[in-house]
């Protein structure tokens, strides 16, 4: 593997990152909050990466794209949890405020954070159909995948900490009702699109 290919995937990584998508709308969601949230919803979804960085490595991932059946289940699956958290974004959205939490705050934000992300085929595909682009095939392709997974779950790192430090910088905005319930709104609304769209998606 030479530079060239570590640039170019540098590239189509920050890319990636930048588009909004499913993990955008979960990370404003809690960063708008508060610094920890957005960090604890960041870190479970580079977690989620991890575990499709892993998966990827050990082959599991193409058997999963090459499997109807397989593809389609975590595909519904994956839709139903993104329409799950946009309901609930919009629920809050409609009150005004997030609805009380009786569970361990920390824990649920990265929890669900991290299920939105491993529960998208699309991020799997990313490591499938992408990531092998910039592979050597001469080389240890096994490697090579762990080596661009970890550069791609640093440079991950660094644009959800900035994403984060920008939001918190904006959170007196953030902070005043309506622009809570704007926020909530945007992300429910963003949320249940991209779980409809997810459930459409064709196996590549």
Do not use: E
């Not at 959205?93 to 649920?108: K, Y």
């Not at 910088?169 to 699109?193: E, K, N, P, S, V």
Request: aromatic share 8%.
């Amino acid at each position: 593997m030479n530079t060239h290919m570590l640039w170019g995937f540098a590239i189509a990584a920050a890319l990636a990152y930048v588009i909004p998508g499913p993990d955008w709308f979960v990370v404003l969601r809690h960063s708008s909050r508060s610094r920890a949230d957005g960090l604890r919803a960041a870190l479970g979804v580079q977690s989620g990466l991890m575990v499709h960085m892993t998966v990827a490595a050990l082959g599991l991932s193409a058997v999963l794209l090459a499997s109807s059946q397989a593809f389609t289940v975590v595909k519904l699956l994956g839709a139903a949890y993104l329409v799950f958290l946009g309901v609930q974004s919009l629920r809050d959205a409609v009150r005004g405020r997030p609805a009380p939490d009786t569970t361990d705050r920390s824990g649920r934000i990265w929890a669900q954070a991290f299920l939105a992300n491993v529960l998208n085929p699309k991020a799997a595909l990313f490591f499938v159909a992408v990531l092998p682009q910039f592979i050597d095939p001469a080389a240890g392709v096994t490697l090579q995948i762990v080596v661009l997974g970890v550069l791609d779950i640093a440079l991950g790192a660094l644009w959800w900490l900035l994403f984060v430090v920008i939001t918190v910088h904006l959170q007196g905005l953030l902070r005043r009702r309506r622009a809570r319930m704007a926020i909530d709104g945007t992300a429910g609304i963003a949320l249940c699109g991209l779980g409809g769209a997810l459930a459409f998606t064709s196996r590549p």
